[in-house]
């Protein structure tokens, strides 16, 4: 049973709505593509519990948490009623090794060790889960989901499940009957209810009004799309989309980027890049939205 959806991180968000609107540089681009694979590596484990799991459990789905002032992340949290796993799911591709505590691409590079990153989140988990009354044993692991990593000289007790083992790891969560009751989902409760929006940490690139590309993007390939009669339609990879679901939708990339801006039939009207009358605009704002006031100075909300 899910007692969380799993939400879009903010970074990625940002970058969502940003590409191809502004320069995004080579790192910030770097940064989107991880914030990517990573929120895309998480849904894809989060289908696999859905498909999986018959035992009785209680999934949480991406939690941000604070104890003593420390914040930490954790991707998944499965709970049965005889065990609590952490999961921190890891969408890397491609060849990595060991050597000694440090993790690194085959061709030497270093990177963040992901061990190090799964054992803070257990050891603060704990520690909170110790204040909060629970004694359920804690199960930490490490899940990397892609069918292409390939990790050479990893010791066997490492806490690693690769994507060629989660049938095994399948087989051995159901074969243990679980019943959850009313204090396990008390637990999960509080801890939905620690949770916090995002971090004080998370970067996205700076913007401002003006300096952004005006226009409807297409939401399959990222390319801006013609107006044509009642429907946008992108010559790029010819993606077609109604006049209302276009607007709609780059409604809400600009009071997602510009959450203080009042909706106005003007401002959508140039935001979306729209051609002729703005009475097309008028039409799917005051469908969508109630309308403030009246004349020059009306708004939606």
């Known amino acids: 049973m899910n007692r969380k959806e799993r939400q879009e991180p903010l970074e990625l968000k940002y970058f969502r709505f940003l590409e191809g609107r502004m320069h995004l540089s080579p790192e910030e681009k770097r940064q989107y593509t991880n914030a990517q694979k990573g929120f895309e590596g998480e849904i894809t484990f ?10 009785d459990h209680l999934l949480i789905k ?8 420390e914040l930490f992340q954790i991707d998944t949290l499965l709970i049965f009623s005889w065990q609590i796993y952490l999961f921190n799911v890891k969408n890397h591709a491609g060849d990595y090794y060991i050597n000694g505590e440090k993790w690194h691409f085959m061709s030497g590079a270093e990177i963040k060790s992901p061990l190090l990153q799964l054992q803070r989140s257990d050891f603060l988990l704990r520690q909170l889960l110790r204040k909060l009354g629970t004694t359920t044993p804690i199960e930490p692991s490490l899940v990397f989901i892609h069918p292409e990593f390939i990790l050479y000289n990893a010791p066997p007790q490492f806490p690693i499940i690769f994507s060629s083992q989660l049938n095994r790891f399948k ?11 009313r204090k396990h989902e008390i ?4 801890l939905v209810s620690l949770h916090l929006d995002h971090s004080p940490h998370t970067r996205w690139p700076d913007y401002d009004y003006q300096t952004l590309k005006k226009g409807v993007i297409c939401v399959t390939c990222g390319t801006f799309m013609s107006e044509k009669e009642r429907k946008w339609i992108c010559s790029s990879c010819g993606n077609q989309e109604s006049n209302e679901a276009a607007i709609m939708r780059n409604v809400e990339a600009f009071t997602f980027l510009f959450p203080n801006a009042k909706i106005t039939t003007n401002t959508i009207y140039e935001w979306c890049g729209v051609k002729g009358s703005a009475s097309k605009v008028k039409r799917v704002l005051s469908k969508n939205f109630r309308r403030f006031s009246h004349g020059k100075g009306s708004y939606y909300g």
């Open 62 to 69: 991406g939690l941000l948490l604070e104890h003593k002032g």
């Open 46 to 55: 989060d289908r696999w519990i859905e498909q999986n799991l018959s035992t």
């Open 171 to 181: 087989k051995k969560l159901n074969s243990k009957p679980s019943k959850i009751e």
């Open 187 to 190: 637990l999960v409760e509080r």
